[in-house]
Protein backbone atom coordinates (compact mmCIF):
# COMPACT_ATOMS: atom_id res chain seq x y z
CA UNK A 1 0.00 0.00 0.00
CA UNK A 2 1.81 2.55 0.74
CA UNK A 3 5.78 2.69 -1.02
CA UNK A 4 8.45 3.67 1.66
CA UNK A 5 10.88 5.70 0.14
CA UNK A 6 14.42 4.44 1.65
CA UNK A 7 16.04 7.68 1.79
CA UNK A 8 19.77 6.35 2.67
CA UNK A 9 21.46 8.95 4.23
CA UNK A 10 24.69 8.78 3.91
CA UNK A 11 27.06 11.77 5.69
CA UNK A 12 30.38 11.86 4.10
CA UNK A 13 32.38 14.62 6.66
CA UNK A 14 35.36 14.99 4.42
CA UNK A 15 37.19 16.55 7.02
CA UNK A 16 39.72 19.45 5.76
CA UNK A 17 43.21 17.88 6.83
CA UNK A 18 45.39 20.99 6.78
CA UNK A 19 48.47 19.25 5.18
CA UNK A 20 51.25 21.35 6.06
CA UNK A 21 54.09 21.50 4.47
CA UNK A 22 56.55 20.01 6.24
CA UNK A 23 59.36 22.08 7.04
CA UNK A 24 61.36 21.17 9.85
CA UNK A 25 63.06 23.57 11.66
CA UNK A 26 66.41 22.27 13.03
CA UNK A 27 67.78 24.04 15.90
CA UNK A 28 70.91 23.19 15.69
CA UNK A 29 72.84 23.66 18.80
CA UNK A 30 76.60 23.04 17.63
CA UNK A 31 78.39 25.71 20.06
CA UNK A 32 81.67 25.94 18.00
CA UNK A 33 84.08 28.39 18.34
CA UNK A 34 83.99 31.11 15.40
CA UNK A 35 87.74 31.02 14.70
CA UNK A 36 88.74 33.90 12.42
CA UNK A 37 92.44 34.28 10.94
CA UNK A 38 93.50 37.37 10.64
CA UNK A 39 97.15 38.73 9.51
CA UNK A 40 99.01 41.52 12.30
CA UNK A 41 101.74 43.69 10.63
CA UNK A 42 103.98 45.57 12.31
CA UNK A 43 103.67 49.10 11.77
CA UNK A 44 107.76 49.17 11.20
CA UNK A 45 109.12 46.32 10.31
CA UNK A 46 105.83 45.33 8.46
CA UNK A 47 106.58 41.68 10.27
CA UNK A 48 103.59 40.21 9.42
CA UNK A 49 102.23 37.39 12.15
CA UNK A 50 98.75 35.55 11.63
CA UNK A 51 96.82 34.70 14.00
CA UNK A 52 93.38 33.79 15.22
CA UNK A 53 90.96 35.05 17.43
CA UNK A 54 91.56 32.45 19.58
CA UNK A 55 94.76 33.56 20.22
CA UNK A 56 96.47 36.44 21.54
CA UNK A 57 98.41 38.34 19.57
CA UNK A 58 100.97 39.38 22.44
CA UNK A 59 101.80 35.38 22.59
CA UNK A 60 103.29 35.73 18.72
CA UNK A 61 105.82 38.33 20.34
CA UNK A 62 102.86 41.62 19.10
CA UNK A 63 102.03 44.46 20.98
CA UNK A 64 98.90 45.96 20.47
CA UNK A 65 99.07 50.01 19.78
CA UNK A 66 95.96 50.35 18.57
CA UNK A 67 93.05 49.33 16.74
CA UNK A 68 94.60 46.86 13.84
CA UNK A 69 97.85 48.50 14.81
CA UNK A 70 101.05 46.37 16.00
CA UNK A 71 104.32 46.64 16.77
CA UNK A 72 106.17 43.53 17.36
CA UNK A 73 108.08 43.50 20.31
CA UNK A 74 111.73 44.46 18.89
CA UNK A 75 109.68 47.60 17.39
CA UNK A 76 107.92 48.39 20.42
CA UNK A 77 111.08 48.26 22.66
CA UNK A 78 113.49 50.41 19.62
CA UNK A 79 110.46 52.98 19.78
CA UNK A 80 110.19 52.90 23.08
CA UNK A 81 106.72 51.80 23.30
CA UNK A 82 105.88 49.91 26.43
ZN1 LIG B 1 108.54 45.31 13.96
Known sequence: ?????ASSYSASDSDLS?????????HSMEQRP????AVIRCLRCARAEEYTTTDDPTSLGMVQIGTNIYYCNRCAKIVGYK
Request: positive net charge.
Open 34 to 37: VVQV
Open 18 to 26: TSSTGTSVR
Open 1 to 5: MSSSS
